[in-house]
């Protein structure tokens, strides 16, 4: 009997799937996550002038050869508004339920109608250059006043210790170009938050030196990625290994809480960040843009809540002016699309290197101002975070309840917008899965540019089935397979993700049914 003609829905995921995977292209790359392997990504401009992409991209367009570069192989977003252009929704089955950004949209409505109700122009402080690219005097006082009494800071901060940027993508590129000079390196434990190669990489040229934990003494599993103990070794391995390489590290940028993880360091792990840091005389950049998107969950019964650095008391353990703490509205405040964020530094060099390239990437004042509405307003903030958090815990519920249901294993977490699935057992033997043997999965393993492959398979059938989830080797983990799906969507998106996520894995497995 012949194949039944495919359905106008199946012909748009054909017709879009093929865009995606189409090998003619260098969009596929950049769509299912492929910018990890390309030889620019982590390699100084000198290393790259002789590829023949980047040459062929440097001729056809008249282009620098680090803007050749750019284009052949760190271009994130261009590739991308293709593929964000059509997503699902009720109204429009054929679209692509987009499972893959770290987005919360459980409270665009709330924001919405607080950003429609605080838009009021004034023209001396919104239609003029005001008070520069340092940010509205507004803001950064809303911003030392909600550092102050909500994370605990141990000193008053002030609006002198506040620069505003565009988001934490320009805050991270901005620290990095005042700190380091093309070449020198950026120590980030791995798995880490695939954001921090385009920020440290694009404009700086700086290297991603990731922190490995396979082999350090005290590393069984995902929970030793917490421990002092075991983060003092794997920084100082990675330090010396980094010297041997020629590598000059200039500093230690971690996500906390954590991105991919989702779960928050305890103050031990913090101070030895900043003791190894102190001692080797390194900047401590703490990404905290989910401080505020922690939530229960009772299969972790003694969860580490949050604590920022600036809670901690590091008199004599590091230089104050090597401390730097990135927060923005983007995670906790549900407004990616805003594009506001800000550095909390006491390092005045710091300020006004930041300052003088900030006239480039000078978010509106009339904007900033709307967010620091945001933050003034306490009794907002904490309806709007307590119904947040509530969201949250349903929508995690929903996503692990699905996967439980399906035998689908994810490590547990309690923080930040997503889950990290485990998917190895698609890419090793059936053998090897029922006995939990996956050390062929590891990235150092003789079989790691093949389980690659059969990673960016599944990215691609969850592609052509409509929904987009992010393939682990981003993020740089030490084992291929894993999944960051994020869960802060509509109930009706996340359960149409989800079935088609599970579609995408039946397909996978039959496809898979030869490996014994």
């Known amino acids: 009997m012949p194949a039944a003609a495919p359905t106008r829905v199946e012909r748009a995921f054909l017709s879009k799937a093929q865009f995606l995977i189409s090998t003619s292209s260098k969009v596929a790359f950049h769509i299912l996550g492929c910018r990890a392997v390309l030889p620019a990504m982590n390699s100084n401009l000198g290393s790259v002038a002789n590829d023949a992409h980047v040459q062929?991209?440097?001729?056809?367009?008249?282009?620098?050869t680090r803007g050749a570069c750019n284009y052949a192989y760190r271009d994130v977003w261009g590739p991308r508004e293709k593929s964000m252009g059509d997503p699902w929704s009720p109204a429009n089955p054929a679209g692509t339920v987009i499972l893959r950004l770290a987005e919360n949209s459980l409270m665009h409505k709330e924001v919405g109608e607080f950003l429609r109700a605080q838009m009021n122009v004034s023209p001396v402080e919104h239609l003029t250059y005001s008070t520069g690219p340092r940010g509205s005097r507004r803001l950064r006082r809303a911003a030392a006043a909600f550092l102050t009494e909500r994370f605990h800071s141990q000193k008053h901060t002030t609006y002198h210790n506040i620069l505003v940027t565009p988001g934490l993508a320009s805050a991270i590129d901005g620290i990095t170009f005042a700190i380091c000079n093309e070449?020198?390196?950026?120590?980030?434990?791995?798995?880490?938050?695939?954001?921090?190669?385009?920020?440290?990489?694009?404009?700086?040229?700086?290297?991603?030196?990731?922190?490995?934990?396979?082999?350090?003494?005290?590393?069984?599993?995902?929970?030793?990625?917490?421990?002092?103990?075991?983060?003092?070794?794997?920084?100082?391995?990675?330090?010396?290994?980094?010297k041997d390489e020629g590598i000059n590290i200039r500093a230690l940028l971690v996500s906390n809480p954590h991105n991919p993880l989702g779960r928050c360091y305890p103050p031990e792990t913090l101070r030895e960040f900043a003791s190894f840091c102190g001692k080797n005389d390194l900047h401590f950049i703490s990404d905290e843009i989910y401080a505020?998107?922690?939530?229960?969950?009772?299969?972790?019964?003694?969860?580490?809540?949050?604590?920022?650095?600036?809670?901690?008391?590091?008199?004599?353990?590091?230089d104050p002016a090597r401390m730097h703490i990135l927060y923005g509205a983007s995670k906790d405040f549900c407004a990616n699309g805003l594009r506001m964020g800000f550095?909390?530094?006491?390092?005045?060099?710091?300020?006004?290197?930041?300052?003088?390239?900030g006239i480039f990437s000078w978010s509106p004042h009339v904007l900033q101002d709307a967010w620091a509405a945001m933050m003034e307003d306490k009794q907002w903030v904490e309806r709007f975070m307590t119904q947040k958090r509530d969201l949250m815990v349903d929508r995690y519920k929903m996503i692990t309840a699905f996967l439980s249901k399906h035998g689908i294993p994810y490590y547990e977490m309690n923080a930040g917008l997503f889950v990290w699935v485990d998917l190895r057992h698609l890419l090793v033997s059936k053998s090897s899965a029922q006995q939990s043997d996956y050390s062929a999965v590891r990235v150092t393993s003789p079989?790691?540019?093949?389980?690659?492959?059969?990673?960016?398979?599944?990215?691609?059938?969850?592609?052509?089935?409509?929904?987009?989830?992010?393939?682990?080797?981003?993020?740089?983990?030490?084992?291929?397979?894993?999944?960051?799906?994020?869960?802060?969507?509509?109930?009706?998106?996340?359960?149409?993700?989800?079935?088609?996520?599970?579609?995408?894995?039946?397909?996978?497995?039959?496809?898979?049914?030869?490996?014994?």
């Open 56 to 64: 062929s991209m440097l001729n056809k367009y008249h282009l620098s």
């Open 183 to 242: 070449g020198d390196g950026i120590l980030i434990p791995q798995p880490l938050y695939n954001g921090f190669k385009v920020d440290i990489l694009n404009r700086s040229n700086v290297r991603v030196v990731g922190v490995k934990y396979e082999g350090i003494e005290g590393f069984t599993g995902l929970d030793d990625l917490f421990l002092p103990d075991v983060n003092k070794v794997a920084l100082e391995t990675a330090l010396r290994q980094a």
């Open 292 to 318: 505020f998107s922690v939530f229960p969950n009772p299969k972790i019964p003694k969860p580490t809540p949050f604590t920022s650095i600036l809670a901690l008391n590091l008199h004599g353990v590091i």
């Open 343 to 357: 550095v909390c530094t006491n390092n005045e060099g710091i300020m006004g290197a930041m300052s003088s390239i």
């Open 447 to 516: 079989d790691a540019p093949v389980n690659l492959q059969r990673e960016l398979r599944i990215a691609e059938i969850c592609v052509k089935n409509g929904v987009m989830i992010a393939p682990g080797h981003v993020y740089l983990p030490e084992e291929h397979g894993w999944f960051r799906i994020t869960f802060t969507v509509g109930k009706e998106a996340l359960e149409e993700g989800l079935n088609r996520f599970l579609a995408s894995i039946k397909e996978i497995e039959a496809e898979s049914q030869d490996r014994i």
